[in-house]
C-alpha cells in the first residue's frame, strides 16, 4: 500500500474548527479529499451557514463548496453499496429510520462523510486527523454503524475527483 496522503490540516487544526464553527465530517471530507486546509473550506462557506453553525452538511451544501474550491467533480447518487472511491463517500447508517413508507429527510440525521483516497480513508469517527487503510476503517464503522438503533450501513452517494494539490 502507498503512503498515507497528506492531509492539510493537524489534529489542532481540526478541534479548533470543531470548537470555533462546528466542523463535521463533511468538511473533514472535502479538506481531506481537495487536499486543501479546513480554514479554506470555512472560507468557502455562506454566511447563513456559518451563522446557523449548525455542524452537520447537506448534499447541496458539500457539492456548493468543492465548485467553489475549483474540484471538477463526478457524482453518482442512489446507490446501496459498500464500494467506496476515490473522493467523498456519502454513507447512509440503516435503521428504523429508513425504509419504506418512511420520510427521506429522517434518513439524512444518520449519514456521514468519508474522504477515500488510494485505499486510505480520512473518517471523523475513526479519527478526524489522519488517514486509515480501508481495512482498518470498515470494522470501525461497522462497529459503529451497528450500535443501536442502528443495523448496518451503506454508501448512497460517490463524488469522484482528484486532489488539487
Not at 18 to 45: Q, Y
Not at 63 to 77: D, F, H, I, W
Amino acid at each position: 500500500m502507498n503512503a498515507s496522503p497528506r492531509l492539510f490540516y493537524t489534529r489542532e487544526d481540526s478541534a479548533r474548527a470543531h470548537r470555533e464553527w462546528k466542523a463535521s465530517c463533511g468538511h473533514h471530507s472535502i479538506a481531506a479529499a481537495a487536499g486543501v486546509s479546513l480554514a479554506s473550506v470555512h472560507a468557502k462557506m455562506q454566511e447563513e451557514w456559518l451563522k446557523k453553525r449548525r455542524g452537520w452538511m447537506s448534499p447541496s451544501m458539500l457539492e456548493y463548496l468543492l465548485k467553489e474550491l475549483g474540484v471538477k467533480v463526478q457524482r453518482t447518487y442512489g446507490l446501496r453499496t459498500r464500494e467506496l472511491r476515490n473522493g467523498i463517500c456519502r454513507v447512509q447508517f440503516e435503521g428504523p429510520w429508513i425504509g419504506v413508507g418512511k420520510a427521506v429527510a429522517e434518513g439524512y440525521k444518520y449519514t456521514h462523510y468519508v474522504a477515500v483516497r488510494d485505499g486510505w480513508v480520512l473518517c471523523t469517527v475513526a479519527t478526524p486527523h489522519h488517514w486509515v487503510p480501508e481495512g482498518v476503517w470498515r470494522p470501525a464503522i461497522g462497529r459503529f454503524a451497528n450500535t443501536e438503533p442502528a443495523t448496518g450501513w451503506h454508501v448512497t452517494h460517490w463524488y469522484e475527483f482528484e486532489p488539487l494539490t
